[in-house]
């Protein structure tokens, strides 16, 4: 029987069926499993958060394919997927709107003080300090977006929205394309100076780790907000603290740390100090593509990837089909 191993949460409709018709195991949960215990048996994986290494995939002589639930692949060995003749595939545009949409829930929740004010409720202080709330409004305000691809998109079309004038840089984005979206295409180095805010919607690649660093913190204005709703390893998480701290930038949002899948208890460890040492900082975990409908498409797209390339076919949207040819030829 096909046997499939599933490493996080998935939309429970797609998991009805998936049960249907696989041997399921979950790596989550009261029925969690290590994958090493299980490997030898998996045909194929559908994958979220888990880290997937070389050792994983060497282990795992009937693995055809990791469909990644989602469309970052940083958590996947791909070059040792390739070498052992597995697809890696993707499920694009399945959270565009789901993460665009948080770019903005944390923007808004950052520029109104949401959590301080509400926090103030919850312990019975209606009024005493509320002078001390004084956000700003996106109208008018200059949203720098980097990155300019399906997410990069949707979240400006919400920024024009609000009456925001939007650039964007992105090194395969065409001047056309960004202007029909209502953005102007800028150099990064434009785009840290102009923007009030800056959000972060790039790929975690060599040449984009720690992206922004002191140098590019120091670009900005005093008054920017910096929101990476991407990979934490887009910035430099020591640089962005001691800026928050001197007051180079006004504040920043994060659903991703460069902490994640090694110990979260104290998500800035690296930097030796608390969250709660840093007010100007807004951290949630991971959760900005978590909405149902982003989970029914990424596990529906997701799910027939597997099915596909376990019927002998080639999969919708693979990641490595070149590596892989190669490797045939």
């Known amino acids: 029987m096909t046997a499939i191993y599933i490493s996080d949460v998935i939309h429970e409709n797609v998991m009805r069926d998936i049960r249907k018709n696989a041997l399921v195991h979950v790596g989550y949960g009261p029925s ?29 002589p009937r693995l055809k394919i990791i469909a990644r639930h989602g469309v970052g692949t940083d958590n996947v060995d791909l070059a040792a997927a390739s070498e052992n003749g597995v697809w890696v595939t993707s499920t694009p545009g399945s959270n565009s709107n789901a993460v665009a949409e948080h770019v903005f829930a944390l923007l808004l929740s950052l520029t ?6 509400a926090n103030r409720v919850l312990a019975g202080n209606w009024a005493e ?23 990069g998109k949707r979240v400006a079309a919400i920024a024009k929205s609000f009456g925001m004038r939007i650039l964007a840089s992105d090194p395969i984005a065409a001047a056309q394309d960004a202007a029909a979206a209502g953005a102007d295409l800028v150099e990064l180095d434009t785009l840290y100076d102009g923007a009030d805010i800056i959000t972060l919607h790039a790929p975690l690649l060599p040449s984009t780790r720690h992206m922004i660093s002191a140098r590019e913190l120091g670009l900005m204005k005093k008054t920017a907000v910096v929101i990476n709703t991407s990979r934490g390893g887009l910035i430099d998480e020591d640089a ?3 800026a928050l701290l001197n007051g180079d930038i006004a504040g920043a949002a994060m659903d991703v740390l460069e902490a994640e899948g090694i110990d979260m208890k104290n998500p800035l460890a690296q930097n030796r100090i608390q969250l709660s ?26 799910w ?26």
């Open 32 to 60: 969690k499993v290590n994958y090493l215990d299980v490997c030898d048996t998996i045909d194929g994986v559908i994958l979220r958060a888990e880290i997937f290494t070389r050792d994983m995939i060497e282990a795992s």
């Open 112 to 117: 109104r003080q949401i959590v301080p004010a």
């Open 129 to 151: 300090g509320r002078g001390d709330l004084v956000g700003f409004e996106l109208s008018g305000r200059t949203l720098g977006i980097v990155g300019f691809g399906a997410i």
């Open 240 to 242: 962005l603290v001691q």
């Open 277 to 302: 040492e840093v007010p100007n900082l807004l951290v949630t975990p991971h959760i900005a593509g978590q909405t149902q409908e982003a989970f029914l498409e990424a596990g529906t797209k997701s």
């Open 304 to 329: 027939a990837e597997v099915q596909a390339v376990l019927a002998g076919d080639t999969p919708a949207f693979p990641l490595n089909a070149k590596d892989l040819r190669k490797l045939v030829a």
